[in-house]
Protein backbone atom coordinates (compact mmCIF):
# COMPACT_ATOMS: atom_id res chain seq x y z
CA UNK A 1 0.00 0.00 0.00
CA UNK A 2 2.47 1.90 0.69
CA UNK A 3 4.00 1.71 -2.31
CA UNK A 4 1.75 2.30 -4.37
CA UNK A 5 0.50 5.60 -2.45
CA UNK A 6 4.48 6.80 -3.25
CA UNK A 7 3.67 5.79 -6.97
CA UNK A 8 0.20 7.77 -7.29
CA UNK A 9 1.96 10.75 -5.76
CA UNK A 10 4.49 10.62 -7.89
CA UNK A 11 2.15 10.72 -11.02
CA UNK A 12 0.47 13.38 -9.19
CA UNK A 13 3.49 15.77 -8.59
CA UNK A 14 4.38 14.67 -12.41
CA UNK A 15 1.39 15.99 -14.03
CA UNK A 16 1.55 19.50 -12.13
CA UNK A 17 5.01 19.70 -13.24
CA UNK A 18 3.85 19.22 -16.64
CA UNK A 19 0.84 21.53 -16.30
CA UNK A 20 3.10 24.71 -15.16
CA UNK A 21 5.95 24.29 -17.62
CA UNK A 22 3.51 24.09 -20.13
CA UNK A 23 0.51 26.33 -19.17
CA UNK A 24 2.52 28.86 -16.80
CA UNK A 25 3.78 31.25 -19.31
CA UNK A 26 0.07 32.16 -19.19
CA UNK A 27 0.34 33.52 -15.69
CA UNK A 28 0.41 37.12 -14.91
CA UNK A 29 1.92 39.65 -12.46
CA UNK A 30 1.35 43.14 -12.08
CA UNK A 31 5.12 42.84 -10.88
CA UNK A 32 5.93 42.42 -14.74
CA UNK A 33 4.20 45.44 -15.93
CA UNK A 34 6.51 48.37 -15.99
CA UNK A 35 4.84 52.02 -15.90
CA UNK A 36 7.51 54.31 -16.61
CA UNK A 37 7.25 58.53 -16.57
CA UNK A 38 9.66 60.78 -18.00
CA UNK A 39 9.70 64.77 -18.04
CA UNK A 40 10.89 67.55 -16.63
CA UNK A 41 10.94 67.73 -11.99
CA UNK A 42 10.05 71.40 -11.91
CA UNK A 43 8.10 73.60 -14.47
CA UNK A 44 6.70 77.56 -14.45
CA UNK A 45 3.56 77.68 -13.31
CA UNK A 46 0.72 78.04 -16.69
CA UNK A 47 3.54 76.18 -19.28
CA UNK A 48 2.69 73.28 -21.07
CA UNK A 49 4.53 70.12 -19.13
CA UNK A 50 4.99 66.86 -21.77
CA UNK A 51 5.09 63.16 -20.08
CA UNK A 52 6.44 60.65 -21.71
CA UNK A 53 5.05 57.61 -20.42
CA UNK A 54 5.64 54.26 -21.94
CA UNK A 55 4.21 51.03 -20.75
CA UNK A 56 5.97 47.34 -21.06
CA UNK A 57 4.58 43.73 -20.56
CA UNK A 58 6.98 41.29 -19.31
CA UNK A 59 4.68 38.66 -18.86
CA UNK A 60 3.89 35.64 -21.10
CA UNK A 61 0.65 36.39 -21.74
CA UNK A 62 -1.22 39.55 -23.54
CA UNK A 63 -2.75 43.05 -21.85
CA UNK A 64 -5.98 43.26 -23.42
CA UNK A 65 -8.27 46.75 -23.87
CA UNK A 66 -5.50 48.78 -21.81
CA UNK A 67 -6.54 52.41 -20.72
CA UNK A 68 -4.07 55.01 -18.97
CA UNK A 69 -5.38 56.91 -16.20
CA UNK A 70 -4.04 60.07 -15.54
CA UNK A 71 -5.70 62.00 -12.29
CA UNK A 72 -4.67 65.75 -12.67
CA UNK A 73 -4.31 67.88 -9.00
CA UNK A 74 -7.10 70.42 -8.60
CA UNK A 75 -6.35 73.50 -11.53
CA UNK A 76 -4.78 71.73 -13.61
CA UNK A 77 -5.98 73.09 -17.54
CA UNK A 78 -6.16 71.78 -21.06
CA UNK A 79 -3.08 71.92 -22.98
CA UNK A 80 -4.15 74.78 -25.75
CA UNK A 81 -7.38 75.44 -23.95
CA UNK A 82 -6.39 76.53 -20.79
CA UNK A 83 -9.66 77.96 -20.20
CA UNK A 84 -11.13 74.29 -20.08
CA UNK A 85 -10.28 72.16 -16.63
CA UNK A 86 -8.38 68.99 -16.96
CA UNK A 87 -9.46 66.93 -13.45
CA UNK A 88 -9.01 63.35 -14.97
CA UNK A 89 -8.14 61.46 -18.51
CA UNK A 90 -8.89 58.09 -19.79
CA UNK A 91 -6.23 56.86 -23.19
CA UNK A 92 -7.01 53.95 -24.45
CA UNK A 93 -3.84 51.57 -25.31
CA UNK A 94 -5.70 48.51 -26.93
CA UNK A 95 -3.88 45.50 -26.42
CA UNK A 96 0.22 44.84 -25.25
CA UNK A 97 1.71 41.73 -26.65
CA UNK A 98 4.10 40.34 -24.31
CA UNK A 99 7.34 42.23 -24.36
CA UNK A 100 5.92 44.68 -26.07
CA UNK A 101 6.21 48.37 -25.37
CA UNK A 102 3.25 51.28 -26.01
CA UNK A 103 4.42 55.39 -25.24
CA UNK A 104 2.21 57.57 -24.70
CA UNK A 105 2.66 61.19 -24.59
CA UNK A 106 0.56 63.23 -21.57
CA UNK A 107 0.00 66.82 -21.97
CA UNK A 108 -0.94 69.31 -19.75
CA UNK A 109 -0.92 72.90 -18.27
CA UNK A 110 -0.18 73.14 -14.82
CA UNK A 111 -0.54 75.97 -11.85
CA UNK A 112 0.33 76.53 -8.07
CA UNK A 113 2.32 78.68 -6.17
CA UNK A 114 5.95 78.86 -6.41
CA UNK A 115 7.86 76.32 -5.39
CA UNK A 116 4.49 74.01 -4.48
CA UNK A 117 4.68 70.34 -5.83
CA UNK A 118 2.54 69.23 -8.08
CA UNK A 119 1.57 65.35 -8.06
CA UNK A 120 0.11 63.55 -11.05
CA UNK A 121 -1.19 60.41 -10.91
CA UNK A 122 -1.17 57.47 -13.72
CA UNK A 123 -2.74 53.97 -13.71
CA UNK A 124 -2.87 51.33 -16.26
CA UNK A 125 -5.85 49.10 -16.34
CA UNK A 126 -5.92 45.98 -18.05
CA UNK A 127 -7.78 42.62 -18.47
CA UNK A 128 -6.82 38.81 -19.13
CA UNK A 129 -7.87 36.34 -22.13
CA UNK A 130 -11.45 35.02 -20.98
CA UNK A 131 -11.61 36.97 -17.85
CA UNK A 132 -13.76 39.84 -16.93
CA UNK A 133 -11.77 40.76 -13.92
CA UNK A 134 -9.85 44.16 -13.82
CA UNK A 135 -5.98 44.47 -12.81
CA UNK A 136 -4.34 47.78 -12.43
CA UNK A 137 -0.66 49.11 -12.40
CA UNK A 138 -0.62 52.45 -9.94
CA UNK A 139 2.24 54.94 -10.03
CA UNK A 140 2.92 58.58 -9.70
CA UNK A 141 4.95 61.69 -10.96
CA UNK A 142 5.57 64.76 -9.31
CA UNK A 143 6.84 68.06 -10.98
CA UNK A 144 7.39 71.15 -8.81
CA UNK A 145 6.03 74.90 -10.00
CA UNK A 146 9.38 77.24 -10.47
CA UNK A 147 7.62 80.25 -11.17
CA UNK A 148 4.08 81.67 -11.81
CA UNK A 149 2.39 83.67 -14.65
CA UNK A 150 1.54 86.42 -11.58
CA UNK A 151 3.80 88.00 -9.23
CA UNK A 152 2.17 89.45 -5.92
CA UNK A 153 4.17 92.08 -4.28
CA UNK A 154 2.34 93.12 -0.67
CA UNK A 155 3.50 96.35 1.01
CA UNK A 156 2.17 96.93 4.47
CA UNK A 157 4.03 97.87 7.74
CA UNK A 158 6.34 95.95 9.73
CA UNK A 159 5.27 97.05 13.03
CA UNK A 160 1.71 99.05 13.81
CA UNK A 161 0.00 99.81 17.14
CA UNK A 162 -3.23 98.11 18.43
CA UNK A 163 -6.55 99.38 16.72
CA UNK A 164 -4.16 101.94 14.10
CA UNK A 165 -5.01 102.13 10.78
CA UNK A 166 -2.86 100.86 7.91
CA UNK A 167 -2.53 100.64 4.82
CA UNK A 168 -2.02 97.17 2.55
CA UNK A 169 -0.89 97.56 -1.02
CA UNK A 170 -0.99 94.55 -2.83
CA UNK A 171 0.39 94.84 -6.43
CA UNK A 172 -0.28 92.03 -9.13
CA UNK A 173 1.68 91.84 -12.45
CA UNK A 174 1.54 89.67 -15.00
CA UNK A 175 4.34 87.29 -15.89
CA UNK A 176 2.38 85.55 -18.39
CA UNK A 177 3.16 85.38 -22.45
CA UNK A 178 -0.23 86.43 -23.11
CA UNK A 179 -3.18 88.01 -21.43
CA UNK A 180 -4.93 86.62 -18.40
CA UNK A 181 -8.52 86.93 -18.60
CA UNK A 182 -10.79 87.43 -15.82
CA UNK A 183 -8.09 86.92 -13.51
CA UNK A 184 -9.25 87.13 -9.13
CA UNK A 185 -7.29 88.31 -6.28
CA UNK A 186 -8.43 86.92 -2.76
CA UNK A 187 -6.92 88.31 0.21
CA UNK A 188 -7.14 86.25 3.84
CA UNK A 189 -7.07 88.80 6.62
CA UNK A 190 -5.88 87.70 10.30
CA UNK A 191 -7.65 87.53 12.95
CA UNK A 192 -8.28 91.07 14.37
CA UNK A 193 -8.44 93.46 11.34
CA UNK A 194 -11.62 95.49 10.66
CA UNK A 195 -11.53 96.45 6.75
CA UNK A 196 -12.63 100.19 6.43
CA UNK A 197 -12.61 100.49 2.58
CA UNK A 198 -10.37 99.78 -0.50
CA UNK A 199 -9.46 101.17 -3.87
CA UNK A 200 -10.56 99.83 -6.66
CA UNK A 201 -13.80 98.38 -4.13
CA UNK A 202 -14.26 94.60 -3.82
CA UNK A 203 -16.77 92.74 -6.66
CA UNK A 204 -17.60 90.48 -3.54
CA UNK A 205 -17.86 90.68 0.20
CA UNK A 206 -14.57 92.68 1.66
CA UNK A 207 -11.75 90.01 0.13
CA UNK A 208 -12.56 89.10 -3.74
CA UNK A 209 -11.58 91.54 -6.49
CA UNK A 210 -12.14 90.50 -9.66
CA UNK A 211 -10.02 92.35 -13.56
CA UNK A 212 -11.39 92.16 -16.76
CA UNK A 213 -7.82 90.96 -18.06
CA UNK A 214 -4.33 91.32 -17.25
CA UNK A 215 -1.28 91.99 -20.39
CA UNK A 216 1.70 90.39 -20.53
CA UNK A 217 3.84 92.79 -18.12
CA UNK A 218 0.30 94.82 -16.71
CA UNK A 219 0.54 95.82 -13.11
CA UNK A 220 -2.62 96.09 -11.10
CA UNK A 221 -2.71 97.65 -7.51
CA UNK A 222 -5.14 97.04 -4.65
CA UNK A 223 -4.72 99.65 -1.95
CA UNK A 224 -7.03 97.73 1.45
CA UNK A 225 -7.28 100.23 4.62
CA UNK A 226 -8.40 98.85 7.90
CA UNK A 227 -7.61 98.43 11.79
CA UNK A 228 -6.16 95.63 13.38
CA UNK A 229 -6.12 95.03 17.11
CA UNK A 230 -4.02 92.08 18.57
CA UNK A 231 -1.64 91.66 21.73
CA UNK A 232 1.73 93.20 22.28
CA UNK A 233 4.22 90.87 20.00
CA UNK A 234 1.41 89.45 18.86
CA UNK A 235 1.98 88.48 14.81
CA UNK A 236 -0.72 89.15 11.89
CA UNK A 237 -0.26 87.41 8.30
CA UNK A 238 -1.98 88.48 5.56
CA UNK A 239 -2.46 86.25 2.36
CA UNK A 240 -2.82 87.45 -1.24
CA UNK A 241 -3.52 84.78 -3.98
CA UNK A 242 -4.62 85.64 -7.53
CA UNK A 243 -5.30 83.12 -10.00
CA UNK A 244 -8.68 81.59 -12.06
CA UNK A 245 -12.26 80.83 -10.59
CA UNK A 246 -14.51 78.76 -12.59
CA UNK A 247 -17.86 79.96 -10.10
CA UNK A 248 -17.94 83.45 -9.97
CA UNK A 249 -19.21 82.82 -5.99
CA UNK A 250 -16.83 80.20 -4.99
CA UNK A 251 -14.88 80.35 -2.13
CA UNK A 252 -11.43 79.57 -3.18
CA UNK A 253 -9.48 80.02 -7.23
CA UNK A 254 -9.75 76.72 -9.07
CA UNK A 255 -6.31 77.82 -10.57
CA UNK A 256 -3.59 79.49 -8.54
CA UNK A 257 -1.71 82.03 -10.94
CA UNK A 258 0.31 83.57 -8.07
CA UNK A 259 0.25 83.75 -4.56
CA UNK A 260 2.35 85.91 -1.22
CA UNK A 261 1.89 86.45 2.48
CA UNK A 262 2.88 89.00 4.69
CA UNK A 263 3.53 89.01 8.48
CA UNK A 264 3.10 92.33 10.54
CA UNK A 265 3.96 92.64 14.26
CA UNK A 266 1.20 94.75 16.78
CA UNK A 267 3.54 96.32 19.49
CA UNK A 268 2.66 98.35 22.07
CA UNK A 269 4.45 102.08 22.57
CA UNK A 270 5.70 103.47 25.33
CA UNK A 271 3.28 106.31 25.12
CA UNK A 272 0.69 105.84 22.95
CA UNK A 273 0.23 108.84 20.01
CA UNK A 274 -3.64 109.51 18.56
CA UNK A 275 -3.67 112.25 15.55
CA UNK A 276 -7.50 113.48 14.59
CA UNK A 277 -8.51 115.89 12.54
CA UNK A 278 -11.93 117.21 12.27
CA UNK A 279 -12.52 113.50 14.68
CA UNK A 280 -10.71 111.22 12.39
CA UNK A 281 -7.92 109.45 12.95
CA UNK A 282 -7.58 107.94 9.29
CA UNK A 283 -4.05 108.02 7.95
CA UNK A 284 -4.94 110.00 4.88
CA UNK A 285 -8.21 112.66 5.55
CA UNK A 286 -9.77 113.85 2.71
CA UNK A 287 -10.61 117.80 2.87
CA UNK A 288 -11.44 120.32 0.76
CA UNK A 289 -9.64 123.64 0.08
CA UNK A 290 -10.29 126.78 2.73
CA UNK A 291 -12.42 124.14 5.21
CA UNK A 292 -11.66 124.82 8.44
CA UNK A 293 -9.59 121.97 9.92
CA UNK A 294 -9.35 121.03 13.85
CA UNK A 295 -6.53 118.99 14.84
CA UNK A 296 -6.58 116.97 18.11
CA UNK A 297 -3.05 115.20 19.75
CA UNK A 298 -4.08 112.40 22.13
CA UNK A 299 -1.15 110.78 24.47
CA UNK A 300 -1.14 107.86 27.15
CA UNK A 301 1.70 106.48 29.10
CA UNK A 302 1.97 103.41 28.79
CA UNK A 303 4.92 102.37 30.96
CA UNK A 304 4.51 101.48 34.68
CA UNK A 305 6.78 104.41 35.54
CA UNK A 306 7.04 108.58 35.37
CA UNK A 307 7.44 110.23 32.19
CA UNK A 308 9.23 113.57 33.21
CA UNK A 309 9.96 117.14 31.15
CA UNK A 310 7.84 115.08 27.64
CA UNK A 311 7.64 117.99 24.43
CA UNK A 312 4.69 117.29 22.19
CA UNK A 313 5.77 119.28 18.55
CA UNK A 314 3.74 119.14 15.52
CA UNK A 315 5.47 119.64 12.36
CA UNK A 316 2.95 121.31 9.44
CA UNK A 317 4.36 120.23 5.95
CA UNK A 318 3.19 121.11 2.70
CA UNK A 319 2.33 124.18 0.09
CA UNK A 320 -1.45 123.65 0.87
CA UNK A 321 -0.95 124.98 4.24
CA UNK A 322 -2.36 128.71 5.11
CA UNK A 323 0.27 129.90 7.66
CA UNK A 324 -1.72 132.90 8.27
CA UNK A 325 -5.13 130.77 9.81
CA UNK A 326 -2.66 128.69 12.15
CA UNK A 327 -4.03 129.02 15.85
CA UNK A 328 -2.05 127.21 17.99
CA UNK A 329 -4.21 126.90 21.16
CA UNK A 330 -1.45 126.66 24.15
CA UNK A 331 1.23 125.47 21.88
CA UNK A 332 3.70 128.19 20.73
CA UNK A 333 3.71 128.07 16.88
CA UNK A 334 7.19 128.85 14.85
CA UNK A 335 6.04 130.20 11.56
CA UNK A 336 9.15 129.83 10.27
CA UNK A 337 10.39 125.98 10.94
CA UNK A 338 6.84 125.55 10.33
CA UNK A 339 5.99 123.80 13.59
CA UNK A 340 3.95 123.77 17.08
CA UNK A 341 5.52 123.14 20.56
CA UNK A 342 4.01 122.04 23.95
CA UNK A 343 6.33 121.56 26.62
CA UNK A 344 5.74 121.71 30.81
CA UNK A 345 6.37 125.71 29.89
CA UNK A 346 3.14 125.79 28.42
CA UNK A 347 1.19 122.85 29.21
CA UNK A 348 2.02 121.83 33.05
CA UNK A 349 0.94 117.99 32.13
CA UNK A 350 3.70 117.36 30.62
CA UNK A 351 6.44 118.20 33.50
CA UNK A 352 5.49 114.75 35.09
CA UNK A 353 3.87 112.03 33.81
CA UNK A 354 2.44 109.55 35.75
CA UNK A 355 2.13 105.73 34.77
CA UNK A 356 -1.66 105.37 33.02
CA UNK A 357 -1.86 109.22 32.64
CA UNK A 358 -3.27 110.81 29.10
CA UNK A 359 -3.60 114.15 28.35
CA UNK A 360 -4.73 116.54 25.05
CA UNK A 361 -2.77 118.95 22.83
CA UNK A 362 -4.90 120.79 19.85
CA UNK A 363 -4.44 123.19 16.97
CA UNK A 364 -6.27 124.30 14.02
CA UNK A 365 -5.63 125.84 10.19
CA UNK A 366 -7.15 126.06 6.80
CA UNK A 367 -5.93 125.09 3.83
CA UNK A 368 -5.02 127.62 0.99
CA UNK A 369 -7.70 128.53 -2.26
CA UNK A 370 -6.47 126.29 -4.84
CA UNK A 371 -8.33 128.16 -7.57
CA UNK A 372 -6.60 131.85 -7.23
CA UNK A 373 -3.17 133.09 -6.21
CA UNK A 374 -0.11 130.39 -5.13
CA UNK A 375 -2.89 127.94 -4.93
CA UNK A 376 -3.65 127.44 -8.62
CA UNK A 377 -0.11 125.70 -9.51
CA UNK A 378 -0.67 123.28 -7.06
CA UNK A 379 -0.73 119.92 -7.98
CA UNK A 380 -2.11 116.90 -5.94
CA UNK A 381 -1.79 118.78 -2.58
CA UNK A 382 -1.84 117.73 0.59
CA UNK A 383 -0.60 118.84 4.38
CA UNK A 384 1.32 116.50 6.22
CA UNK A 385 1.35 115.92 9.95
CA UNK A 386 4.12 114.99 11.70
CA UNK A 387 3.84 114.46 15.23
CA UNK A 388 6.29 113.87 17.56
CA UNK A 389 6.02 112.78 21.50
CA UNK A 390 9.67 113.16 23.40
CA UNK A 391 10.33 112.90 27.25
CA UNK A 392 12.55 110.76 29.38
CA UNK A 393 12.36 108.05 32.08
CA UNK A 394 14.54 106.04 34.77
CA UNK A 395 15.23 102.62 33.53
CA UNK A 396 15.45 99.46 35.51
CA UNK A 397 18.81 99.29 35.88
CA UNK A 398 18.82 103.38 37.11
CA UNK A 399 19.74 105.11 34.25
CA UNK A 400 17.82 108.29 32.13
CA UNK A 401 16.47 107.14 29.10
CA UNK A 402 14.85 108.92 26.31
CA UNK A 403 11.26 107.97 25.32
CA UNK A 404 10.27 108.56 21.70
CA UNK A 405 6.75 108.36 19.83
CA UNK A 406 5.62 109.13 16.53
CA UNK A 407 2.70 109.81 14.54
CA UNK A 408 1.92 111.21 10.79
CA UNK A 409 -1.65 111.52 9.60
CA UNK A 410 -1.96 113.72 5.58
CA UNK A 411 -4.50 115.65 4.96
CA UNK A 412 -5.21 115.30 1.20
CA UNK A 413 -6.74 118.20 -0.53
CA UNK A 414 -9.70 117.64 -2.86
CA UNK A 415 -9.78 119.57 -5.97
CA UNK A 416 -11.52 122.60 -6.37
CA UNK A 417 -14.73 122.58 -8.77
CA UNK A 418 -16.72 125.03 -10.41
CA UNK A 419 -19.20 124.38 -12.70
CA UNK A 420 -20.99 127.84 -14.32
CA UNK A 421 -23.63 128.74 -16.66
CA UNK A 422 -24.85 131.06 -19.08
CA UNK A 423 -27.96 131.62 -21.44
CA UNK A 424 -27.40 133.61 -24.75
CA UNK A 425 -29.57 134.88 -27.42
CA UNK A 426 -28.13 137.18 -29.88
CA UNK A 427 -24.20 135.56 -29.22
CA UNK A 428 -22.83 132.77 -29.18
CA UNK A 429 -21.87 129.73 -31.93
CA UNK A 430 -25.21 129.30 -33.12
CA UNK A 431 -27.73 131.22 -34.92
CA UNK A 432 -30.94 132.08 -32.59
CA UNK A 433 -34.62 133.29 -33.72
CA UNK A 434 -38.03 134.18 -32.33
CA UNK A 435 -38.89 137.19 -30.19
CA UNK A 436 -37.63 139.01 -27.15
CA UNK A 437 -39.27 139.25 -25.39
CA UNK A 438 -40.95 135.89 -25.56
CA UNK A 439 -44.21 136.16 -26.76
CA UNK A 440 -47.00 133.47 -25.94
CA UNK A 441 -46.97 130.45 -28.38
CA UNK A 442 -44.15 131.73 -29.99
CA UNK A 443 -41.18 130.31 -30.39
CA UNK A 444 -38.01 131.87 -29.55
CA UNK A 445 -34.58 129.79 -29.38
CA UNK A 446 -31.26 129.80 -26.68
CA UNK A 447 -28.08 128.85 -26.75
CA UNK A 448 -26.75 127.77 -23.08
CA UNK A 449 -23.58 127.53 -22.61
CA UNK A 450 -21.85 125.07 -19.45
CA UNK A 451 -18.08 125.92 -18.11
CA UNK A 452 -16.30 123.30 -15.92
CA UNK A 453 -13.46 124.98 -13.80
CA UNK A 454 -10.85 121.95 -12.07
CA UNK A 455 -7.79 123.04 -9.85
CA UNK A 456 -5.15 120.83 -8.63
CA UNK A 457 -6.08 117.12 -9.29
CA UNK A 458 -7.04 114.47 -12.19
CA UNK A 459 -11.09 114.00 -12.32
CA UNK A 460 -12.73 110.76 -13.93
CA UNK A 461 -16.09 109.47 -14.58
CA UNK A 462 -16.85 113.49 -14.63
CA UNK A 463 -20.05 114.38 -16.05
CA UNK A 464 -22.96 117.52 -16.07
CA UNK A 465 -26.67 116.22 -15.24
CA UNK A 466 -29.41 118.45 -15.97
CA UNK A 467 -33.70 118.70 -16.46
CA UNK A 468 -35.40 120.44 -19.19
CA UNK A 469 -38.58 121.67 -18.44
CA UNK A 470 -41.49 120.19 -20.18
CA UNK A 471 -42.32 123.57 -22.12
CA UNK A 472 -38.14 123.64 -23.61
CA UNK A 473 -37.56 121.97 -27.15
CA UNK A 474 -33.78 119.83 -27.45
CA UNK A 475 -32.89 121.15 -30.29
CA UNK A 476 -30.11 118.41 -30.70
CA UNK A 477 -26.79 121.09 -31.52
CA UNK A 478 -23.68 121.37 -29.99
CA UNK A 479 -20.37 123.30 -29.98
CA UNK A 480 -17.52 121.79 -30.18
CA UNK A 481 -18.93 118.80 -31.60
CA UNK A 482 -15.87 116.57 -29.88
CA UNK A 483 -17.76 116.88 -26.17
CA UNK A 484 -20.63 114.75 -26.19
CA UNK A 485 -24.15 115.31 -24.90
CA UNK A 486 -26.67 112.97 -24.92
CA UNK A 487 -30.44 113.44 -24.11
CA UNK A 488 -33.33 111.57 -23.23
CA UNK A 489 -37.05 112.92 -24.00
CA UNK A 490 -39.74 112.47 -21.43
CA UNK A 491 -43.28 111.93 -22.32
CA UNK A 492 -44.76 114.87 -20.85
CA UNK A 493 -41.94 116.81 -22.90
CA UNK A 494 -38.85 118.10 -21.82
CA UNK A 495 -36.47 115.80 -20.26
CA UNK A 496 -33.00 114.62 -18.95
CA UNK A 497 -29.18 116.16 -19.94
CA UNK A 498 -26.21 114.33 -19.45
CA UNK A 499 -22.83 116.12 -20.65
CA UNK A 500 -20.10 113.29 -20.12
CA UNK A 501 -16.96 114.89 -19.70
CA UNK A 502 -14.65 111.57 -18.93
CA UNK A 503 -11.69 112.69 -17.28
CA UNK A 504 -10.68 116.04 -16.63
CA UNK A 505 -6.79 117.43 -16.60
CA UNK A 506 -6.47 119.74 -13.56
CA UNK A 507 -5.38 123.46 -14.48
CA UNK A 508 -8.64 123.07 -16.42
CA UNK A 509 -10.14 127.27 -16.43
CA UNK A 510 -6.99 128.53 -13.93
CA UNK A 511 -3.75 127.55 -15.97
CA UNK A 512 -5.75 126.70 -19.26
CA UNK A 513 -9.17 127.38 -20.52
CA UNK A 514 -11.69 126.02 -18.99
CA UNK A 515 -13.99 122.98 -20.13
CA UNK A 516 -17.03 124.22 -21.71
CA UNK A 517 -19.78 123.47 -24.34
CA UNK A 518 -22.98 125.03 -25.62
CA UNK A 519 -25.86 124.27 -27.24
CA UNK A 520 -29.31 125.33 -28.55
CA UNK A 521 -32.80 124.94 -27.12
CA UNK A 522 -36.44 126.49 -27.68
CA UNK A 523 -38.86 128.19 -25.63
CA UNK A 524 -42.59 128.28 -26.54
CA UNK A 525 -44.19 130.00 -23.46
CA UNK A 526 -47.24 129.63 -22.20
CA UNK A 527 -50.38 132.01 -21.53
CA UNK A 528 -49.62 131.17 -17.54
CA UNK A 529 -46.44 132.36 -17.89
CA UNK A 530 -47.17 135.99 -18.92
CA UNK A 531 -44.91 138.27 -16.56
CA UNK A 532 -42.29 135.39 -15.77
CA UNK A 533 -38.76 134.84 -16.64
CA UNK A 534 -38.75 131.41 -17.88
CA UNK A 535 -36.52 128.26 -16.32
CA UNK A 536 -34.91 126.55 -19.27
CA UNK A 537 -32.68 124.03 -17.93
CA UNK A 538 -33.10 123.09 -13.97
CA UNK A 539 -30.92 121.63 -11.69
CA UNK A 540 -27.27 121.64 -13.63
CA UNK A 541 -25.08 119.24 -11.65
CA UNK A 542 -21.47 118.60 -12.33
CA UNK A 543 -20.41 114.89 -10.38
CA UNK A 544 -16.42 112.96 -10.71
CA UNK A 545 -13.85 111.51 -8.91
CA UNK A 546 -10.83 113.09 -7.70
CA UNK A 547 -8.52 110.13 -8.49
CA UNK A 548 -5.80 112.22 -5.88
CA UNK A 549 -7.96 111.61 -2.96
CA UNK A 550 -10.43 108.95 -4.41
CA UNK A 551 -13.60 111.20 -3.07
CA UNK A 552 -16.68 111.85 -5.19
CA UNK A 553 -16.84 115.85 -6.00
CA UNK A 554 -19.97 117.34 -7.01
CA UNK A 555 -20.73 121.25 -7.86
CA UNK A 556 -24.62 122.32 -8.51
CA UNK A 557 -25.41 126.05 -9.79
CA UNK A 558 -27.49 127.80 -7.29
CA UNK A 559 -30.29 128.82 -9.25
CA UNK A 560 -32.03 127.52 -12.32
CA UNK A 561 -30.40 128.84 -15.74
CA UNK A 562 -34.02 131.22 -17.18
CA UNK A 563 -34.62 133.75 -19.93
CA UNK A 564 -32.52 136.08 -18.73
CA UNK A 565 -29.54 137.17 -20.50
CA UNK A 566 -26.99 139.15 -18.23
CA UNK A 567 -24.47 138.76 -20.36
CA UNK A 568 -25.99 139.77 -23.61
CA UNK A 569 -24.45 143.03 -24.74
CA UNK A 570 -27.57 145.09 -25.42
CA UNK A 571 -29.70 143.28 -23.28
CA UNK A 572 -32.85 145.26 -21.57
CA UNK A 573 -34.27 144.45 -18.36
CA UNK A 574 -37.27 143.11 -19.06
CA UNK A 575 -37.09 141.13 -22.08
CA UNK A 576 -36.51 137.92 -19.95
CA UNK A 577 -40.56 138.41 -19.15
CA UNK A 578 -42.69 136.38 -21.53
CA UNK A 579 -45.39 138.87 -23.13
CA UNK A 580 -48.60 138.52 -24.59
CA UNK A 581 -48.33 141.76 -26.58
CA UNK A 582 -49.07 141.80 -30.39
Known amino acids: KILWWSFGFFVVMAMVTLFVFYRGRNLVSSGNVVLKITGPTEIAAGQELSLQTSITNKNQASLELVDLIVTYPSGTRVAGDTNQALVRERLPLGEIKPGETVN ?181 YPSNSREPLRVDIDWVNNLAGEITDAEVVANIVGGGLDPTTVSSGRGFYNSRAGNILWSKVNDDKLGVITPGSSGRNSFSFSSISLVGGVGAGLRDPVITLEVEFRGKRISDSGNTEPVFSSVTQKIKLNSDIQLTGEVLQRTGPFQNRGPLPPKVDQETTYTIVWSVLNSSNNLEGAKVTATLPSYVKWLGVREPTSETISFQSSISGGGDLIWDLGAVAPGVGTISSARRVSFQVSLTPSLSQVGEAPALVLDSTFSGLDTFTRQALTAKLRRALNTTLTNEPGFQIGQERVTNQI
Do not use: C, H
Open 104 to 284: RLVRSVLFGEKGSRQTINFSVEYRLEDSNAIFDKNSSYSVDISSTPLVIQLDLPEEVNSNQEIVLNAEVQSNAESAIADPYVIVTYPAGFRFSKATPSPVRGQNVWRFASLNSGEKRTIQIRGTIEGQDDEQKSFRVSAGTMEDENADDLSATLGATFSTLTIKRPYVSLVVTTNGSAVSE
